[in-house]
C-alpha cells in the first residue's frame, strides 16, 4: 500500500467495542472513515469477548449515566434492525446487596430518580420466584425487567459490518506504531502503512495509554476470569427464569448470566484477584486459583449452578482511577479525541459511545452530558470540548493557550514503545503457554489429573503475588476483602473512591 495514499475524515484506533460503534455512526454520516485494528474482528485479546455483557437502567455506579443508557437502547434497538440479528436480549436484570448497601441502595436510587419501572424483592421472595438463585434472605433486589445481556462479539461484527456496507474500511491485523498531528489533522503509523486524516479517535481499550501517553497510570489494564459451570438443575439457569445479576456479598461483588451462547451457567468476580498487569503480561490461560474463587462464590449463592466446569476464559477491565470513563478531546489537539477506562462496566454503552465519538470527530463537541468524564479530573488539562463547562480557573486556560498555536503546525510524534507485530506476540504468547504447561502449571498441563470441580491440588499454580486467603470458615476469598481495607457493603470498589448514593 503507497505511503499518505489515502486521505480520511476520520480514522479509528482500535476496532472492539467502542470503537466498531464509532467507524459505524462515522459511516452512517457519510464520512470517509477507517477503523484499525491490531488482532481480528472480532477477536477475544481485549476486554469485548465472553458471548455476554450485562445491560441494565438501573445504575448503582452514577445517575448521570441513566440519560446515556436510554439513547443506548435506542441504539441498540438501531443497529439490530440493520443487521436483521438479535443482539440485545431483555430477560431483566437482578442487582441485589445488604439492604444497606451501595449495591442496592444505588440501584433502588437510580430507578426511583428516573422512574425507571421496577420491582423490589427481598432475598427470599428473589430465591421463590427465581429458584436459581439462593440468597441471604435479609438480601434485598432491584428487579428491573428490561435489564438483560447484549452478544459482544456479534454486536462488533454487525457494527463493522454495517459500517463497511455504507463504505468504511476496516482494516485487521494492522497494528498502530504512532500519530502526529499535521496542522489541523493527524498522520498514523502502522506497521503496514501511513495514512492522514482531518480527525483521530482513539478506542484503543487496555492499550490506550500506549497510544496517548496522557493516560498514563489512568487506564489500567486488569486481569479478569470468567467460568461456565454445568448446572445440576439447567433448567433453573434458562434466559426465561434467570435474570441477569450484579450481587454484593460478603465475599465478593459478583455478577452473571444464565444459560446463553455455550454451555453453562456464567458468572464472574469483579476485580478477580486485582492482577494489574500489562496486556502482554497478563496470564491469559485461566488457572486452578482462578477456577476455585469463581466455584466458591457459585456454590455458596448458586448452588444448583456450581457442577463441573465448562468453560473459563479471561478478559481485561481498564480501569480509571475513579471508575468513571474517560471520554475528552486532547487538550493540545482537539481533532485527536479518546474513550478510555471504562472499568469494568463500559460495554452496555458501546452504542452511545460510538455515537459520542462521531460527535468530537467530527464537531468536536457532542450533545450529550459527559462532564462526568473529562479527563481533566485527573491531568489538570482541560480540553476544548469541557473548557466552557468546567467553571475553569483562568489560569489554566493560559496555559493551554500558549500551547497550542505552535502545535498546530505539527507537533511531537506520539510512538509506541511496544513495536510488535501480532505475529510476534501471538508466538510470545503461545511460548509462554508452552513454558507453562511444560512446568504443569496452566495451559495444556492444566487437564491433567484434573477432574471437574476439584479444587487446587499439588499443581495449583504458585502466584506468590496473589492476594486470596482462606477465611475462617473456609470461603477462599480476595483478602481484599479479610483485612479491613474494605467493607464490602458501603464502599465503591476500591479503596479510594465512595459510591455516589
Ligand atoms: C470479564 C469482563 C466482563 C465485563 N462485563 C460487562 C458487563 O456485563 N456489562 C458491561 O456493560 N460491561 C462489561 N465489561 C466492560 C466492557 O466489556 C468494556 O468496558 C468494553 O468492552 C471496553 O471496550 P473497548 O472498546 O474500550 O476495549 P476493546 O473492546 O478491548 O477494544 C480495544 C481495541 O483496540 C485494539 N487496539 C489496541 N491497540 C491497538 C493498536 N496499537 N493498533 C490497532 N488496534 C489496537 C485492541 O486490539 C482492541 O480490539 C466487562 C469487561 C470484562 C473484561
Known amino acids: 500500500m503507497d505511503s499518505y495514499s489515502k486521505h480520511y475524515n476520520t480514522i479509528v484506533i482500535g476496532i472492539g467495542g467502542m470503537g466498531s460503534a464509532t467507524v459505524y455512526e462515522l459511516a452512517k454520516r457519510g464520512q470517509r472513515v477507517l477503523g484499525l485494528e491490531q488482532y481480528d474482528i472480532p477477536h477475544d485479546m481485549g476486554s469485548s469477548h465472553g458471548y455476554t455483557r450485562i445491560i441494565r437502567m438501573a445504575y448503582y455506579e452514577h445517575p448521570s449515566y441513566v440519560m446515556l443508557l436510554k439513547r443506548a437502547y435506542e441504539l441498540w434497538n438501531e443497529i439490530e434492525q440493520r443487521s436483521g440479528e438479535k443482539l440485545l436480549h431483555k430477560i431483566g436484570s437482578i442487582d441485589a446487596g445488604p439492604a444497606d448497601s451501595w449495591v442496592f441502595k444505588g440501584s433502588f436510587r437510580s430507578v426511583i430518580e428516573h422512574n425507571t419501572p421496577h420491582e423490589v424483592l427481598s432475598g427470599k421472595e428473589l430465591n421463590t420466584r427465581f429458584p436459581g438463585y439462593q440468597l441471604p434472605h435479609d438480601t434485598m433486589a432491584v ?3 428490561d435489564g438483560g445481556f447484549l452478544v459482544p462479539e456479534r ?31 493527524v498522520r498514523v503509523f502502522t506497521n503496514r502503512a501511513t495514512y492522514e486524516a482531518d480527525s483521530l479517535v482513539i478506542t484503543a481499550g487496555a492499550w490506550n495509554s500506549d497510544i ?3 493516560l498514563n497510570g489512568l487506564a489500567t489494564p486488569e486481569r479478569q476470569v470468567l467460568a461456565w459451570f454445568q448446572p445440576e438443575r439447567p433448567e433453573l439457569y434458562q434466559p426465561d427464569v434467570f435474570p441477569v445479576f450484579n450481587l454484593l456479598t460478603d465475599d465478593a461483588r459478583s455478577y452473571g448470566f444464565p444459560i446463553y451462547g455455550v454451555p453453562g451457567f456464567k458468572i464472574g468476580i469483579y476485580h478477580h484477584f486485582e492482577e494489574h498487569e500489562r496486556p502482554e503480561q497478563f496470564e491469559w490461560e485461566p488457572s486452578v486459583e482462578d477456577e476455585e474463587l469463581l466455584r466458591e462464590h457459585t456454590a455458596r449463592h448458586f448452588p444448583k449452578a456450581a457442577g463441573p466446569t465448562l468453560t473459563l476464559k479471561t478478559c481485561m477491565f481498564t480501569n480509571s482511577p475513579d471508575k468513571h470513563f474517560i471520554i475528552d478531546l486532547h487538550p493540545q489537539y482537539p481533532q485527536v479525541s479518546f474513550g478510555a477506562g471504562f472499568s469494568g462496566h463500559g460495554y452496555k454503552f458501546a452504542s452511545v459511545i460510538g455515537e459520542i465519538m462521531a460527535d468530537m470527530a467530527e464537531r468536536q463537541e457532542t450533545r450529550h452530558d459527559i462532564s462526568l468524564f473529562n479527563a481533566a479530573r485527573f491531568t489538570g488539562q482541560v ?20 500551547a497550542r498555536p505552535t502545535q498546530r503546525r505539527g507537533g511531537r510524534r506520539h510512538f509506541i514503545n511496544r513495536q510488535m507485530s501480532y505475529l510476534e506476540r501471538r508466538d510470545r504468547l503461545h511460548d509462554r503457554r508452552r513454558r507453562n504447561a511444560s512446568m504443569g502449571l496452566y495451559g495444556n498441563g492444566y487437564g491433567k489429573g484434573h477432574a471437574a ?16 486467603r482462606r477465611r475462617a470458615d473456609g470461603i477462599y476469598t480476595p483478602s481484599r476483602y479479610l483485612d479491613g481495607r474494605r467493607d464490602v457493603q458501603d464502599r465503591w470498589d476500591d479503596d479510594t473512591v465512595e459510591p455516589f448514593w
Request: proline fraction near 7%; include cysteine.
Open 453 to 468: 470441580g476439584q479444587t487446587a491440588g499439588s499443581h495449583a499454580p504458585q502466584r506468590s503475588q496473589r492476594p486470596m
Open 383 to 402: 480540553s476544548d470540548l469541557h473548557i466552557n463547562k468546567l467553571g475553569l480557573e483562568p489560569g489554566r486556560m493560559t496555559q493551554r493557550r500558549v
Open 212 to 214: 496517548l501517553p496522557l
Open 155 to 185: 454486536c462488533t461484527v454487525a457494527f463493522a459490518n454495517a459500517a463497511m456496507a455504507m463504505g468504511a474500511e476496516i482494516h485487521g491485523r494492522e497494528t498502530v506504531l504512532g500519530w502526529e498531528p499535521v496542522g489541523d489533522g
Open 143 to 145: 428487579y428491573q425487567k
